[in-house]
C-alpha cells in the first residue's frame, strides 16, 4: 500500500490549494477515500471524506462549504479543492481510505502517507 499526497504550500489566507493523493496497492475505486489532517501540537484529525462512486460526501464542520472533496477511479487519485483558507486550516494533509456508512471519519488503513504540508499565513 503506497499514499502519495501533493499539492500543498504557503499561501495567503483566503487562498485556495488543491491537493492530490495518488494510491496504489488495493483497489482503489472499492474503498471509500477521505483526507485528514495534523497541525502543530495537536491530534490528526477528519477533514473529509467520499463514497466509492464518488456520490457522497462528508466534511467536517470547520471546512463545510470551503473545502470539495472529489476522486477519479481511473487514476487513483483523490483530491481536495480548498478555497477561502484560514490560519487554522495550517496543517499537515494526508489522505487515507476510509470506513464506510456511519464510519467514514474513521481511517483504514494502518499505512500512512508523508502527507503535504499546507501553511495559510494571515
Known amino acids: 500500500v503506497q499514499l502519495v499526497e501533493s499539492g500543498g504550500g504557503l499561501v495567503q489566507a483566503g487562498g485556495s490549494l488543491r491537493l492530490s493523493c495518488s494510491a496504489s496497492?488495493?483497489?482503489?475505486?472499492?474503498?471509500?477515500m477521505g483526507w485528514f489532517r495534523q497541525a502543530p501540537g495537536k491530534e490528526r484529525e477528519f477533514v473529509a471524506a467520499i463514497t466509492r462512486s464518488g456520490d457522497t460526501t462528508y466534511y467536517a464542520d470547520s471546512v463545510k462549504g470551503r473545502f470539495t472533496i472529489s476522486r477519479d477511479n481511473a487514476k487513483n487519485t483523490v483530491y481536495l479543492q480548498m478555497n477561502s483558507l484560514k490560519p487554522g486550516d495550517t496543517a499537515v494533509y494526508y489522505c487515507n481510505a476510509v470506513r464506510s456508512s456511519s464510519y467514514y471519519y474513521l481511517p483504514l488503513l494502518s499505512t500512512w502517507g508523508q502527507g503535504t504540508l499546507v501553511t495559510v499565513s494571515s
Open positions: 496497492g488495493f483497489i482503489f475505486g472499492s474503498v471509500a
